[in-house]
């Protein structure tokens, strides 16, 4: 996306703008062992829109192949899907998501759904209400995100394909559903509320899904702490801590390390990547410029870069302690007319397609791996 890469800088730095950071982080805890990494995850979400365009994908030898027995084959077991409410292309909404997640399911894929809770992107620098959501206040939304949360999920369970995990909110770094769901002051009460909401209705829709809060703080302890410290305080309850980090975004390597050993030891609860990608070459396949432009820190965007960095993703995340890491967005390739827009998918382009594990032709990296 052109804007995704100026929105979690953003995101990330405007949380703490006029607020009092809290000081520097700890260490890593020496406690902190290599995990195993039991969500081994790709999101697919623009994958259902490519195939519907007829977009043929090639295992590393070149043969024609399902591109989710592709990812299997190179270790994923778990498929991300992003549901928008009402987004003007026709993707991504809870009906193509119920259509695809049968297609997963059948797979052998365990599955998570990541709620937006808006018509397009959710990210750090913007959180839009939906539509038809945009006048309800804080009382209302709360209901609003748990007859969404609560419908799609038990629509899901009622054709066998009940999710795994869901996403309460996607990088929430200073709140969903803004203005009335965004952290301001150090207030965190109305995003407490919608996070309780969320989690209340996937409970109830089924007690063994699990839930996910998710933000892009792998960046710093401070930043990191500060959110989840501020929901702790709420009240507010979840399964899995989530975070982004993307080398060109998120600093070193070391660092994520630490933070998620830190996030492990200070919340108790089990901790994922559940974004990460790396390049394979700088170079643009359409008229839409990359969203990242530069190869990770000692890693050439290059068909074996891109592999040996998303191992050393992974594998640094394992040194934390993680017990998961997903791709984003693998298999989006240059397909003509499954652009970024939602509301000009059919001519807007592709800002991922040097990031993808497939080239420009649709072939497989065979060098990239999901490790355990």
């Known amino acids: ?124 620098g913007v959180q839009t209400k939906p539509a038809a959501w945009s006048s309800h206040g804080i009382s209302t939304l709360t209901k609003d995100v748990y007859d969404y949360t609560y419908g799609l999920c038990t629509s899901l369970k009622a054709q066998g394909t009940t999710p795994d995990s869901v996403q309460i909110g996607n990088e929430i770094n200073v709140g969903m559903l803004w203005n009335d769901g965004k952290v301001v002051n150090n207030d965190f009460t109305n995003l407490s509320l919608l996070l309780k909401s969320g989690y209340n209705a996937t409970k109830a ?19 990191a702490r500060w959110f989840y410290d501020g929901i702790r305080a709420k009240g507010v309850s979840w399964d899995i801590t989530a975070l982004s980090y993307y080398c060109n975004w998120h600093g070193t390597m070391a660092n994520m390390t630490g933070v998620i050993a830190d996030m492990i030891s200070r919340y108790g609860k089990p901790t994922i990547l559940a974004e990460t990608a790396t390049p394979f070459t700088t170079n643009n396949a359409d008229s839409t410029g990359n969203s990242i432009t530069t190869a990770c820190p000692g890693y050439p965007a290059t068909w074996a870069g891109q592999a040996a960095a998303f191992t050393a993703v992974q594998n640094a995340a394992k040194a934390g302690g993680a017990i998961g890491v997903f791709y984003w967005e693998p298999t989006w390739t240059a397909v003509p007319g499954n652009g970024w827009n939602p509301a000009n998918i059919a001519t807007s382009g592709d800002g991922w397609d040097n990031m993808a594990v497939f080239n420009w032709t649709n072939v497989f990296n065979g060098s990239v791996r999901w490790i355990s």
């Open 1 to 124: 996306m052109v804007l995704r890469e100026v929105r979690k800088r953003i995101g990330v730095l405007g949380a703490f703008l006029a607020v009092a950071l809290p000081t520097a982080a700890l260490a890593a805890p020496a406690e902190a062992q290599a995990a195993t990494l039991s969500m081994r995850g790709a999101d697919i979400s623009s994958l259902q829109r490519a195939v519907d365009l007829g977009a043929q994908y090639y295992t590393a030898a070149g043969t024609v192949a399902d591109p989710l027995d592709i990812l299997k084959g190179a270790g994923v077991n778990y498929v991300r899907l992003r549901v928008w409410n009402n987004p003007a292309s026709g993707y991504n909404n809870a009906a193509k998501v119920l259509a695809y997640a049968r297609t997963v399911k059948a797979k052998g894929f365990k599955l998570l759904i990541d709620f937006h809770y808006s018509d397009t992107w959710a990210d750090p």
């Open 205 to 223: 829709c089924n007690s063994s899904t699990q839930v996910i809060i998710h933000t892009a703080n792998s960046d710093s302890d401070a930043h």
